[in-house]
């Protein structure tokens, strides 16, 4: 029996911690709006001061390369601090389940264009053939990557019965990056809507702070139950 207990018990789809290498990863870098703080982050976490969108081509794991995507909010619980993951996207099923047992990423299946003429980055997350996040960055020079702490979570497993959760975890884990390259310059980041994921009315900006490029290793580690949520 595996000692990383999911379903099938005797056949695991997926395997943890994820290791990637030589990944390429995007960032548009805003200030969300006060109403879309409290829209997305759950209690008893507290507001930080800013979000980001990302998207990467993640390489040379044990699934092979992906493309994922994901929304974060800065926030703290405690003597914690770190990023809310509000909304996440990938091409990789075995991943996505991996990232929603284990951590409770609210990860969803996408498709995914990206392109790069010199210093100008298109990409787009794509749901029901409609682009739901457009990303347009316009490299200029050297950019500083930026500690953001833990990767925080709301774990929730709907209860057997239909009723409630049998799971309601806020979780954390430390992302492990090693940077090769970076890069910065404007960014911009347009939300679409599907009727299943109408990001354009979830996400209210203030602005715009930067946009980056970065080439990247990464460790995705265990983590551990911050706190125990009720219903």
């Known amino acids: ?10 056949t695991p789809w997926f395997k943890a911690p994820l290791k ?14 006060k109403a879309c703080y409290e829209r997305h982050l759950p209690k008893p976490l507290a507001p930080g001061l800013l979000g980001g969108a990302y998207l990467a081509r993640f390489r040379n794991s044990v699934y092979g390369d992906l493309w994922e995507a994901a929304i974060v909010f800065q926030c703290t619980y ?4 770190g990023v809310f993951c509000t909304s996440m996207y990938t091409d990789n099923i075995p991943s996505l389940v991996a990232h929603r047992e284990i951590w409770g990423f609210p990860s969803k299946p996408a498709k995914f264009r990206y392109s790069r003429k010199e210093d100008q980055i298109k990409a787009q997350v794509i749901r029901h053939k409609v682009p739901i996040m457009k990303f347009n960055i316009k490299l200029e020079g050297p950019g500083e990557w930026i500690d953001t702490g833990d990767t925080i979570n709301l774990k ?8 409630g959760t049998d ?49 990247v290793d990464l460790t995705t580690n265990y ?9």
């Open 223 to 231: 983590g551990s139950v911050l706190t125990e949520l009720e219903d």
């Open 1 to 10: 029996m595996t000692k990383q207990p999911t379903m099938p018990i005797h």
């Open 20 to 33: 990637f290498t030589d990944s390429e990863m995007i960032q548009v870098i805003f200030t969300p709006t």
């Open 78 to 81: 405690g003597e914690h601090y």
């Open 167 to 215: 799971v309601k975890h806020i979780t954390r884990a430390k992302l492990d990056f090693v940077i090769h390259e970076g890069l910065a310059g404007d960014g911009k980041i347009t939300f679409g809507r599907t009727d299943d994921d109408p990001l354009d009315r979830l996400y209210e900006l203030e602005n715009v702070v930067a946009g980056t490029w970065f080439r």
């Open 156 to 163: 929730v497993i709907p209860g057997v019965d239909g009723k």
